[in-house]
């Protein structure tokens, strides 16, 4: 099967612009998780769809990121205006069921520098 | 709120050998899980293996086994016969499902592990 899509890869930006980044999940699965990973450390939940509504967001920094997944499929996580500290790895997961019987499939994440 | 610690920010293993990779956490559930996932350079986060604190035998997948003291609240990886594949960033993970739905992993900080060939 079709493991989870990311895109892009890669993006540098200056700071106070706006960033998309897109997660294609697996076919089927209804739980999609956006994960901030900076350097050094482990990655942090920032918010869990179930199908398309919002399970948790309690650590998404609602005043400048935000999410979206139309029709309970692909994901678009937005950040406006960015700062310095917003550099990281963005990974997006998917499961079909809850973590307690399949676990997550990651993709491979978006890696953003702000300057 | 539940925290991971992984004490070993790199660990170093000469191939063909065994090493053991440190995790810790703190927590007042009695059910829960706890993961450990590979991060190689492609920055994939890989399930290496999983447990349930509610079983008592502990979990193994070919050479990773792991060796779990829920009293100690202690859940090491040991990695047996390294392999230069196995050169990776290791995560500890925890989930207890308390959040009411919320599927939030909280991870520990990593370990970096060196295959010396």
């Known amino acids: 099967e079709a493991g989870v899509a990311q895109s892009p890869r890669y993006k540098i930006i200056e700071k106070r612009q706006s960033v998309a980044f897109w997660c294609n999940p697996i076919s089927g699965h209804a739980t999609l998780y956006w994960y901030q990973q900076i350097l050094g450390q482990g990655p942090k939940l920032l918010i869990q769809f179930q199908n398309n509504g919002v399970v948790d967001d309690s650590q998404l920094p609602k005043d400048r990121f935000s999410a979206e997944r139309l029709k309970g499929v692909d994901s678009t996580l937005k950040i406006q205006p960015a700062k310095l500290e917003d550099s990281a790895v963005y990974l997006c997961?998917?499961?079909?069921?809850?973590?307690?019987?399949?676990?997550?499939?990651f993709g491979s994440g978006t890696r953003l520098t702000v300057v | 709120a539940q925290t991971v610690t992984q004490s070993q920010p790199e660990m170093s293993v000469q191939e063909a050998e065994t090493v053991t990779l440190s995790c810790t956490y703190d927590t007042s559930e009695s059910d829960y899980y706890l993961f450990w996932y590979k991060q190689p350079p492609s920055r994939q986060m890989i399930l290496v293996i999983r447990?349930?604190?509610?079983?008592?035998q502990n979990a193994t997948e070919n050479r990773f086994s792991v060796n779990f003291q829920k009293a100690a609240k202690s859940f090491s990886l040991k990695i047996s016969d390294s392999q230069l594949g196995d050169a990776a960033m290791y995560f500890c993970?925890?989930?207890?499902?308390?959040?009411?739905?919320?599927?939030?992993?909280?991870f520990g900080k990593g370990t970096h592990l060196i295959i010396q060939p």
């Open positions: 997961a998917s499961s079909l069921n809850r973590i307690t019987n399949y676990g997550y499939t």
């Open positions: 447990q349930e604190a509610y079983k008592q």
């Open positions: 993970a925890y989930w207890d499902g308390a959040g009411g739905g919320a599927d939030g992993l909280t």
